[in-house]
Nanobody, 116 residues
Framework: QVQLVESGGGLVRAGGSLRLSCAAS????????MGWYRQAPGKQRELVAD???????NYADLVKGRFTISRDNAKNMVYLQMNSLKPEDTAVYYC??????????WGRGTQVTVSS
């Protein structure tokens, strides 16, 4: 079982920046994929970005060039640097971990609100 705790959300004006953090603990495989997802009111949860344990990254088209995902394997942390935020980025952001066996764990989420 992996526990994930997100932090760093908040209220920011359009054009501003936020850095989300996700701390992982528990039975963490050395090989896994960590990712950030978001869910806006009335919408489905969607992938924002993910990163493999080797550092390969993948981004949703809507955030390419604005968001950067990174991880610190020694600290079991994953980060999401969000720049040039837009009101449409407003959502609850969730951290997800998928281990080498395909089992997924989710955090409880952190709210990001971008005002216009």
């Amino acid at each position: 079982q992996v526990q994930l705790v997100e932090s760093g959300g908040g209220l920011v004006r359009a054009g501003g920046s936020l850095r989300l953090s996700c701390a992982a603990s528990g039975s963490i495989f050395s090989i896994n994929r960590m990712g950030w997802y978001r869910q806006a009111p009335g919408k489905q949860r969607e992938l924002v970005a993910d990163i493999t344990s080797e550092g390969r990254t993948n981004y949703a088209d809507l955030v390419k060039g604005r968001f950067t995902i990174s991880r610190d394997n020694a600290k079991n942390m994953v980060y999401l640097q969000m720049n040039s935020l837009k009101p449409e980025d407003t959502a609850v952001y969730y951290c997800k971990e998928v281990n080498a066996l395909g089992a997924a764990s989710w955090g409880r989420g952190t709210q990001v609100t971008v005002s216009s």
